[in-house]
């Protein structure tokens, strides 16, 4: 009896021992398809005995997994809303952002497209559906086709909040699951246009269209100079512990940085 | 917090002090130059922008509301009504008019929530128990008033074009009050498809929606015929819009509608308008539209021509099965409307003003009185006549709204409940605050 005791309390151990070297991230899909994959493969390379449960369905899931306790940390391209701050203070939950990296929003239009250049005002008034058609901002005439993020995207807010003046988008825009998605249809369209984080700028069929003169770079961003330049998070519970706090310090050193920089977005410092 | 420095931690304590905690939100340009010139950094200046909001939600009510995690917004609103009501009417083959004075007033209070993966709910609790009135009349000694249950309902939206609504909901057609009374909240089912065109303007769309409404649920056991029937009505209607003009600001909008009814028995004695009739013989083709030129005489203003028809393809059945009318009497199966408006602004800020004024005349056959606007002719069927409104926005949420309404007989000594009133005025003075 005692051996079989001392067996199941050693499973136990073992099972537990186990479960605290998995790490659960939850959330943008701006952070999570290439950024966040390729940190946890890099530090799984160091750290054998860590596992990764990773999952990225838009910045709002993130936000609410930290707030549920089922995620140690939530990915975010955008900040927390009041709602969310407020649903997490009544769970006792106390969110805190951590800085992570830096993306440019880059406005892409076909690669065939001859337009050269938009304003701040141009950009608001497509994306708004004010202008419909590309005569209109010295394009070919033809109808506008405007791909964006879905809903639950905190690209999708973020871009209303800095390129829309938080105007409502037109409704003709088609609401597309990620990044990649966005830039394969106006890759496809010759009268296309969206925005993609500067992970993305370099997919086939597209081009970066300058707005107010200027194109998203490493310089441009951190320098604030860019337009549509943003911070993008983790959140945590408070201060992060044990794995997770371990693994958000290594996104923030200089091999996590490198990392950053090599899948196109801007590192911290 | 403990990345901070004392600095930040100072000037946090100063924000706290001289802003306090429900102006914490609108700090964040002030944060966003502290950063521009150095003070702190980007990091500490989101630490100190998310302790901001903590402390807005820590010391406002927002903080100390316990959501269910699946809620990702809850918008809480209503409105208050006080309306001052003169009326007289007079029935057909009456020597005498009644008149009547009413102080009257109209609580709602909504609640809608969007919740996780597509879903929503959400309830409206208001005054007056009637479907198509929230009408709380002031009676006697400082009574109190019972709140009812005017919407229960359930959302799921499949994608952005699609959405499937289930209890009891906001009436989801493009209607005039010919046909549907503004307070009346249908139950039952609830489809809407929204196709967007594009056209010129880039943003026509054209809206399928439908419905199937439960108009009484009895029991079967108690009585064979109409009688013993669920009644049911099907309602389908496509919505089309198209946009013109600069900005593409003015409008038209055509939206032809069917409604069938299940032939059964109500019991509406709850009704402003109660049903008078032993059958529903409701068929009845719709086509409600707009013409709204934007921008008219300066910006923000708008003329707008509405309209409205009606035609129930069943009611003769309706007339003199139903309502058991001679047949010497016309069944006068259409109603229709036509109507000119002029506003300057939405109407949602201080100043907005609007002028609205409408004709009208419902055929006794022609649409169901369940349903239709109870204030003109009472919510009688066989009149014609005209409504005249008038609001002014006297601050962003309270406006003054003034309408009146005249009416007379189509067919004189048609003698039903629905039909028999010989000519009636109403005059309405209300202060409505919306919060």
Known sequence: MNKLLAFVAAALVAVSAAQAQKIVIKGSDTLGAKLVPMLAEEYRAQNPGVSFEIAAEGSTTGITAVIDGTAQIGMSSRRAKTTEMSAASAKGVSMKPLIVAYDGMAVIVNENSPIKALTKKQVEQIFTGDITDWSAVGGNPGRISIYTRNTSSGTYSDWKELAMNRRDYASSSQKMAGNEQIAAEVAKNANGIGYVGLAYVSAPGIRVVPVNGAVPTKESVLSKKYPYARPTFFYTNGEATGEAAKFIAFTLSDAGQKIVEKVHFVAIR | ?435
């Open chain 2, 1 to 435: 917090m403990n990345r901070m420095t004392t600095k930040t931690l100072a000037l946090a304590g100063a924000f706290f002090a001289a802003a306090g905690a429900a102006l914490a939100q609108d700090n964040a340009p002030l944060i966003d130059l502290l950063v521009q010139k150095g003070i702190v950094n980007d990091q500490e200046a989101e630490e100190l922008k998310a302790e901001l909001v903590k402390s807005f939600v820590h010391n406002t009510s927002a903080g100390k509301l316990n959501l269910g995690s699946a809620v990702t917004e809850f918008k809480l609103s209503g409105d208050l009504r006080l309306r001052h009501q003169e009326e007289t009417k007079q029935g057909q083959g009456k020597l005498t008019t009644d008149e009547q004075r009413r102080d009257r007033f109209r609580f709602r209070f909504n609640g809608d929530m969007l919740l996780q993966k597509g879903w929503g709910a959400g309830f409206a609790l208001e005054t007056g128990s009637a479907a198509d009135s929230g009408n709380q009349s002031f009676v006697s000694g400082n009574d109190d008033y019972s709140i009812y249950l005017a919407r229960a309902y359930v959302s799921y939206r499949y994608s952005k074009d699609l959405i499937f609504v289930g209890g009891k909901f906001k009436n989801p057609f493009y209607t005039t009050d010919m046909v549907w009374d503004g307070d009346i909240n249908p139950q039952g089912l609830n489809e809407n498809y929204s196709l967007t065109l594009g056209g010129k303007s880039g943003k026509d769309t054209l809206e399928f929606r439908a419905a199937q409404i439960i108009m009484a649920d009895v029991n079967e056991s108690k009585g064979g015929g109409a009688a013993g029937r669920d009644s049911h009505q099907f309602v389908q209607q496509a919505v089309y819009t198209t946009y013109f003009g600069e900005l593409n600001a003015s409008s038209f909008v055509i939206a032809p509608g069917f409604m069938l009814s299940t032939n059964s028995v109500i019991g509406t004695t709850g009704n402003e308008t109660p049903f008078a009739g032993n059958g529903r013989y409701f068929n009845i083709i719709t086509l409600p539209g707009e013409l709204n030129f934007a921008n008219i005489a300066g910006e923000g203003t708008s003329l707008k021509t509405y309209w409205d028809f009606a035609y129930n393809t069943t009611g003769k059945d309706q007339v003199y099965k139903s309502y058991g009318i001679a047949s010497t009497y016309k069944a006068d199966r259409t109603a229709w409307l036509v109507g000119i408006g002029y506003n300057f602004g939405s109407g949602k800020q201080q100043g907005d003003y609007g002028v609205k004024l409408d004709y009208r005349e419902l055929g006794i056959g022609a649409i169901d009185p369940n349903i239709s606007d109870s204030d003109f002719a009472f919510g009688n069927l066989n009149q014609k006549g005209f409504k005249l409104s008038a609001s002014y926005n006297v601050t962003d949420f309270a406006s003054l709204n003034a309408a009146y309404f005249y009416t007379t007989d189509k067919q004189q000594t048609l003698s039903h409940a629905n039909g028999s009133l010989d000519h009636s005025q109403i005059l309405q003075l209300d202060l409505v605050v919306k919060f």
